[in-house]
Structures are given as C-alpha cells and as structure tokens.
C-alpha cells in the first residue's frame, strides 16, 4: 500500500513537471527568431499561406498552445514539419529503441566497470592496483564524451582497425560509442563504490565475518558489497539523465539514427513538434528513472522509509 500511495504521488509530480516542461518549452521555441517555414528556399506568400494552414502556424498563439496540449495528452505530437511523410510519433518508435540501446549498454559498462574497479581498489587500499584504477577513474572524469570519442575513432577505427567508424545495426557498431558514453560514469561509479567499500569494510560486522573464518571473497561479495552499493543506487539517476543528454553528441558523431540525432535536426531546423516530442520522452524517461531508483533503495536498504 505503501508502494502504491508513493507511485501515485510521483504519478501526479510527473504529470504537473511535464505541463510545466511543456508549456516552457512551447513559448521558448516560438520565442526564438525564424521558425520551421524558414529556410534556404524562398516559399512565395501563397505557398506559405497554405503550409501554415495545414500546420496551424495562423492561429493565435493560445489556440496553437491548446490545440497541442491536447494532443499531447492524446499522445499525437502531430506530424513533424521537416521530415516529409512522416510523425513525431513514427520518428520517435523508430530511434527510441536505438538510443534505449546505446543508453542500456554504456550504463552496464559503467556499472561493470565501475563497480569492479571501486571493488578491487577498496580491497587493496594504497596497492598499485588502487593507485591505477583511480588515475583511470580520475581521467574518465575529465575528459569530456565527445573527446574521448574523437581518440577513441583514431585508436581503434583508422589505427588498429578494429571497429567501424560509424552506423548501426551490428554489435561491433554499438561497442565504441558505447564504451565512450560509459567511460565518465564508470569513474563516477567506481569512486562511490571504493568510498562506500572503504566504509563498509571498517564496520563491526565485517570483522566478525572474518573472524567466523570466512573467505574474503565471502565477506566483499555476501556482506561488504550491498551495503557500498549504496552511493551507486542514488547516483544511478543523474547517470541516466548524464547517459541520455551525452548520446545526444555521440549519436552525431558515430552517425547513430536515435533520438538524440532526431533533437539535434529538430532545434537546428526550427521543427517545433518534433522537438517537443522528443524533449517531453526525455523528461518522462528521466522521471521514470529517478522513481525506480528510489524503489530500489528501499528494497536494499530496508531502514529507508518511502515518503
């Protein structure tokens, strides 16, 4: 019952954050000089007339910010102004998948990384090994995504020739960007993990596991692990709205058709449905995450109450 009363408030915050989002966002886009009619070729004032009848462009402000509220609600962000033949609905199911993929892979390589490399730091405090993984955790930090990116593209593409420079639709495709796009939030991950593990590691009831004869392999994986977790779990929902607002670069980079790419062509050419479109699945997908990361620290960490 608990669950449920915490789930609906979320539900209603969710509701009023993407209203808010939206409203802003609609103002903001045709508070901006030109607009999607505007561009290289020179429409005459006939064809114009028509173009902004068939997209509601002459009606009054308030008229266009009703009719696609409803809409919006209806969940028909109607059809985008620059892609011919095609809906904000058909361009958002076609690169959702692909960003959820490039997103769902860079986070497990941040997590499998991270984690192991914060792990095995703790375990061998002031080792080689600690001292190694934190200078890679530190430079993973600091160097920017779309950075590493462009090194990543002459080390392994046009030096060892081991990826492909661009594309999708194979594994081999997915793998650079995708370690691009993890490697920042594998440093992050792997300094809360060591700091949590370090904690952890200096309570009483670790010493008694180990004096109860355990392995230490028993100890960090049964006992030490789950409590350092922790500081992972309540950095899990930044480092999906970092993961979600970096694809945006590298999906120009690497030529991946999801949606940061449809985003990026929808501001540079003023297509105001498909920008919104794509800006409200963000915010809902952001929300969405931050919830479920909220569950899941009540579940390892039974003295969290929901409120």
Known sequence: MQVLVFLLKRLGWMLITVWVVFTLSFFLMRAIP?????????????????????????DPLYVQYTTHLWNTMCFDFGPSYKL?????????????????ALGILGMTFALLLGMTAGVVSAVRRTSIYDFSFMLLATLGIAIPSFVLASMAIVLFVFYFQIFPAAGWGELKQIVLPAMCLGAPFAGYIARLTRTGMLEVLSNDYIRTAYAKGLSTRTVILRHALRGSILPVVSYLGPACAGILTGSLVLEKIFAIPGMGSHFIEAALQRDFTLGMGALLTYTVLLYVMNTLVDLSYSFIDPRVVLE
């Open 34 to 58: 030109g607009g999607p009619l505007n561009g290289e070729r020179v429409l005459s004032e006939s064809v114009r007339a028509q173009l902004e009848q068939r997209y509601n462009l002459d």
């Open 84 to 100: 011919q033949d095609f809906t904000v609905n058909e361009v958002l199911a076609q690169g959702f998948p692909v960003s959820a």
